[in-house]
């Protein structure tokens, strides 16, 4: 949904970029690209609203993805509408049991399910999305010095962006980090879920984490709370706090940044159920 122009304002986005060569020559034939700039953004939404509400086809033959260039290298994050659509449509499905599921499944939403697909016929989704509040373990990505603070369109962003590299490094700590103090759960499951999505690319690859019209939010609730304002935020650096007083077993400092982390994103988080 575009709101004012803009994108949807509680959308963040987790996006991986594989330089050129990492993708077929039939790919680049036929690639629209956008860059990774907020109109880019606007148009790749209102390209997937009309995915998820019509029977409407990519049947031009194109594919369609964001485009950073870094070091005259370009690198592509595909859009993959058609899968995306399809695999949450699934997670909706699923988490019905069967006798629920009949009461509101058709065949068309069974059919796209199954086989809704781009022609492209990609297996993965470059492109992670998460409403009202960033997972922290998206931060355990990145370094504090990844951040980068800035406004576009009079509204105030922050973008994490580093090296699939770096990012792997660091995730895989964070996991060997959590597997000790935690154990097996829903906490290193999510972690490890994670690490197999972003093993999957190549390594050459960036990872960019974009707060999206979060950013705005998260900036008016801390002014509203007497804080400094989204300047002074940093979650990579909370998060990667707490996991290193985990990692040398001090629970109480690793509860104070976790606790400091969570506090921010509260406030945000509270607006979507606020009247």
Known sequence: MIIGGRPTPYVASLRV????????????????????????FAKEELHNLRKSVTSEKDDDGLN??????????????????????????????DSYSLPMRKLFSLPVIEDLIETGRDSNNFSKTYLL????????RWFSLFAKEDRLLGIRHEKKFVIYRTSLESALMKGNRALAIIRKSFGAGP???EVEE????????????????????????????LLASGDSGIEGENSARDVWESLEALEVG??????????????????????????
């Open 187 to 189: 906490l290193t499951e």
């Open 64 to 93: 369609r993805a964001f485009l950073i260039t870094n070091n005259g290298v370009n690198f592509y994050c595909p859009w993959n509408t058609s899968l995306r659509v399809r695999e949450s449509l699934a997670l909706i499905y």
């Open 129 to 136: 999305t998460e409403t009202w509040l960033i997972p922290p």
């Open 194 to 221: 994670l690490m197999n999505w972003i093993s999957s690319f190549d390594s050459k690859s960036l990872l960019e984490l974009d707060y999206g019209g979060l950013a705005d939010l998260l900036d008016r609730s």
């Open 17 to 40: 970029y594989e330089p050129a060569d990492a993708f077929s020559k039939r790919f680049l034939d036929n690639l629209v690209s956008y860059p990774a700039t907020l109109e880019g």
């Open 250 to 275: 001090d629970g109480l400092r690793a509860g104070s940044a976790y606790e400091r982390l969570m506090s921010r994103w509260r406030g945000v988080s509270a607006l979507e159920h606020a009247n």
